[in-house]
Nanobody, 124 residues
Framework: QPQLVESGGGLVQPGGSLRLSCAASGFSMDYYTIGWFRQAPGKEREGLSCISSSGGNTKYADSVKGRFTISRDNAKNTVYLQMNSLKPEDTAVYYC?????????????????WGQGTQVTVSS
């Protein structure tokens, strides 16, 4: 059974940094586009960033462009989301998802596999 597990969330002060990890088990990430999404209470799920299977194509939402960086290590079957200059409005549950997608997209329906999420709280 393919599984994705997010880790690295927590409480951080405004302006701080966190690195989220998304580890896959039960399948190889090599052929999958991986996306990071978040959902805050009372808000819709938001696509943040995604990376193609080769790592050569990335996409960022305007809300995180210049602050977040996505990367992948296929040898470790893991994708990372480095988050810098965090703001209180970044508080949410963060999810990673995997899809067999040729062109990175933020459309959730393209991602059949999802992790359980990790909480990120930005507060002083």
């Amino acid at each position: 059974q393919p599984q994705l597990v997010e880790s690295g969330g927590g409480l951080v002060q405004p302006g701080g940094s966190l690195r989220l990890s998304c580890a896959a088990s039960g399948f190889s990430m090599d052929y999958y586009t991986i996306g990071w999404f978040r959902q805050a209470p009372g808000k819709e799920r938001e696509g943040l960033s995604c990376i193609s299977s080769s790592g050569g194509n990335t996409k960022y939402a305007d809300s995180v462009k210049g602050r977040f960086t996505i990367s992948r290590d296929n040898a470790k079957n893991t994708v990372y989301l480095q988050m810098n200059s965090l703001k209180p409005e970044d508080t949410a549950v963060y999810y990673c998802a995997a899809g067999w997608i040729e062109t990175p997209t933020f459309a959730p329906r393209e991602y059949p596999y999802w992790g359980q999420g990790t909480q990120v709280t930005v507060s002083s």
